[in-house]
């Protein structure tokens, strides 16, 4: 998963206080960065080299050339992204970490150890570590940039949801996510869900989930113009209460309400699975119990006649 908008600032700030690097200076100047950055000498050492596919310049260190074109010529081809305009002419700027402590180094160390991509909406930059599926963690970068041209700010979970639905990530595992988290409680506030986004790799996972599925029911309430309303309105104000009211006429709170309602119409059933099993379990274990007493009292009856007296009949006597 990965981190954007509000990485930006930690990132470039522990770039400017890292040392001076010539180098790469020069190269992410010349690339289109709009400042001088200065990457950690650690990132360095071996030198990196670049290419360029259509509008994606992608940065890459020694033996990852096949990957980097790979990778660009992905990122040309991008979008188009929903509800937001057709992708720009802008170029993109893409940076391939081959190793974790590079990735670490770019960044400032200051992204989850999770995390496997940034986004830089302000300067269209990517940087992806070069593990696990890249392509995907590409992608989901993407959908944050194509968002960001789009509004200047946005909620956390707006921004994760979005980009975990348009890219594509939203499946079956994330249906049994959200199921889980309905059925250990109450499903979280969106200001919980930004906190969430933030945290460790297991509660992290759930919440991109859980945000998506608030995306998506925006797009559902959108109607055939799904999340172009909404988009259109947070180009205008950051402010999503406004936005939703100005485009659906409610409350950041009765959307949340709505959400929730609808996450325990759409995903509760593992919920209502748990409660019938519980249901189920709880007859057996009378039943067991059941049992053991009725073992117990024919026991008892049987010793009674084996000492030579009757023991007293459960059934009453006849009537008259
Ligand atoms: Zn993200």
Known sequence: MALSMLLVAPFFRSLLRAPRSALMSMLLVALGFPFPLRIPHSA????????????????????????????????????????????SSRPIRLILA????????LTGGRVPPWSEAVA??????????????????????LAHLALHAAVPSVPRWFDEGYAAWASGEWNRL??????????????????????????????????????????QMLARIGGERGLEPIITAL?????????LRQTHRA????????????????????????????????????LVVVWFWRRRRDRARREALDEGWEWPSDEAPPSA
């Open 44 to 87: 360095l050492a071996q030198g990196p080299s670049s290419l360029t596919v259509g509008r994606v310049t992608a940065v890459y260190w020694p033996g990852d050339e096949r990957a980097a074109r790979a990778l660009a010529e992905m990122a040309d081809r991008s979008g188009p992204w929903p509800a937001v305009p057709q992708a």
């Open 98 to 105: 081959d190793k974790t402590a590079r990735f670490d180094s």
């Open 120 to 141: 830089f909406p302000g300067a269209n930059t990517v940087i992806v570590r070069l593990q696990g599926d890249p392509g995907r963690a590409l992608r989901h970068e």
């Open 174 to 215: 994330d249906v049994l996510r959200v199921n889980w988290e309905l059925a250990r409680g109450k499903p979280p506030t969106l200001d919980q869900l930004n906190r969430d986004l933030e945290g460790g790799a297991g509660r992290a996972e759930a919440a991109y989930a859980l945000a998506a599925t608030a995306v």
């Open 235 to 243: 180009g205008r104000t950051p402010d999503m209460d406004a936005a």
């Open 251 to 286: 409350t950041l709170e009765q959307f949340e309400e709505l959400w929730h309602q609808d996450l325990k119409r759409r995903y509760g059933w593992l919920s209502f699975l748990s409660s019938i099993t519980m249901v189920w379990g709880l007859l057996a274990a009378a």
